[in-house]
């Protein structure tokens, strides 16, 4: 068969004002074209499992007046989506499907509503995808598939061994000029906060790859450029510290610049952080969520690590960057307790520390996620099944302690501080002078 993967690119985001101000401000547009560069790291994992025998493509497109014509003379197409551009995913599916191309859809979203899904495709896969897909792509491609067997679920497959993933077919990418790669090194987070809808698609305790093998798969992405930047696709890197030591101690040699996503415990190990350094990370993405303690109780389901640690984020950031790697402090907008003076703190936590790169986003009801379950269950859901909505940048929901206009307006004004030029300079001065 002719098997196609199909990524839906670009970030979404739906407010007009924000929009505008994101268009002007170098801080948001930096972080924007980055992450609307990356190619969809599970789309190639799913290539790497495809059997052998199979003509393989790799696609990138915003919306169904953009499919390539290529894509029509596929036999099957998968498609990965998240909630933002579900429709849009959706309305691919139906013009593909109505030239008589079966297609395939997984992902966060199809995970929790499979049933929506298949209105639009001809099998859903539900979780991680390792296990299911060669089998489903045997069965459709042998024609033994049931007609009722339209719902492949990963549970059905057993556990995927992180320990042994397959290398992801970089090689389908081509002639695509990537100057960012993904590359995985972990998957899950033990911190399970309520909002992440990420722990709804893994399902499974925190996992971590063999450094073998991370350094197995960034030299075949470095074979599709040799200057690459790496992404590690994770969602906390650095749990283990000692496994993170060991993981630097294999990079150093690779001499690749890359970035990651952690939490703010790496400042607690000196050695750790000068292995990180040596191994050329540029940049640590924390998330910070919230500048007081009190906002961050009870966000996580498992622990309260995040509230505990608040008091001391400042000095760990500062320790951080002290070692020449970059942080950039997300900060999320609208959790419960947070109150109007939360967007002054968040600037003036910014200012002082000072962070190099900050993330803003609104606290965002993804389906599935026990926060979605909650603020329904509270008729705190502005509009439910506004999946075109959850954005990270959108307000749907509304907050305890102020208004969604308070929340929408403090969010304005933040962005136009933080990112405005004179800002940025501040920030990054600070760095770049203590290294000198």
Not at 160 to 167: F, M, N, Q, R
Request: with cysteine; net charge negative; proline share 6%.
């Amino acid at each position: 068969m002719k098997i196609g993967f199909l990524a839906m690119s670009g970030l979404r985001a739906h407010d007009p004002k924000l929009l505008q101000l994101g268009m002007t401000l170098p801080g948001v547009v930096e972080r924007s074209r980055v992450l609307q560069s990356l190619p969809s790291l599970g789309l190639l994992y799913l290539a790497a499992y495809t059997p052998s025998g199979h003509d393989l493509h790799y696609y990138e497109v915003e919306g169904e007046k953009s499919v390539p014509a290529d894509a029509f003379t596929c036999d099957l197409v998968a498609i990965s989506t998240f909630s933002a551009q579900v429709n849009e995913a959706y309305a691919v599916a139906d013009c593909l499907r109505e030239s008589g191309v079966q297609v395939a859809m997984g992902g966060l979203h199809v995970t929790v509503l499979p049933e929506e899904a298949l209105e639009h495709a001809d099998y859903v896969f539900l979780g991680e995808g390792e296990k299911a897909w060669p089998a489903a792509v045997d069965a459709i491609a042998n024609g033994t598939n049931d007609e009722g067997n339209r719902i492949w679920k990963s549970a059905d497959f057993g556990p995927i061994d992180v320990c042994s993933l397959e290398v992801p077919r970089y090689d389908l990418l081509e002639c695509r000029n990537y100057a960012r790669l993904p590359v995985q090194t972990t998957r899950g987070c033990p911190w399970r906060c309520d909002f992440c809808a990420s722990n709804v698609m893994l399902g499974q305790p925190y996992r971590k790859r063999p450094a073998t093998q991370v350094v197995r798969d960034i030299q075949a992405a470095k074979q599709q450029n040799p200057h690459v930047f790496i992404e590690f696709a994770d969602d906390n890197t650095f749990v283990d510290h000692e496994w993170g030591k060991e993981l630097c101690r294999n990079l150093i040699p690779l001499k690749v610049k890359w970035f990651t996503e952690t939490d703010i415990s790496v400042a607690d190990d000196p050695e750790l952080l000068r292995l990180m350094r040596r191994a050329r990370c540029r940049q640590l993405l924390i998330g910070l969520e919230s500048p007081d303690q009190d906002s961050l109780d009870g966000i996580e389901l498992r622990a309260n690590f995040k509230g505990q640690r608040s008091t001391t984020n400042m000095d760990a950031v500062r320790r951080i960057q002290s070692h020449g790697i970059t942080v950039n402090g997300c900060f999320i907008l609208g959790l419960d307790k947070q109150t109007p003076a939360v967007f002054q703190e968040i600037l003036d936590f910014a200012l002082e520390a000072p962070l190099y790169d900050v993330q803003i986003t609104v606290l965002t009801p993804f389906p599935g996620t026990p926060l979605y379950e909650r603020l329904l269950q509270e008729g705190r859901i502005i509009e439910p099944g506004r999946w075109d909505l959850c954005t990270l940048f959108d307000v749907n929901h509304i907050p305890l302690n102020m208004t969604p206009d308070q929340l929408r307006e403090g969010m304005y004004w933040l962005v136009e501080k933080l990112f405005s030029e004179d800002c940025l300079r501040v920030r990054r001065k600070h760095f770049f002078d203590q290294l000198w």
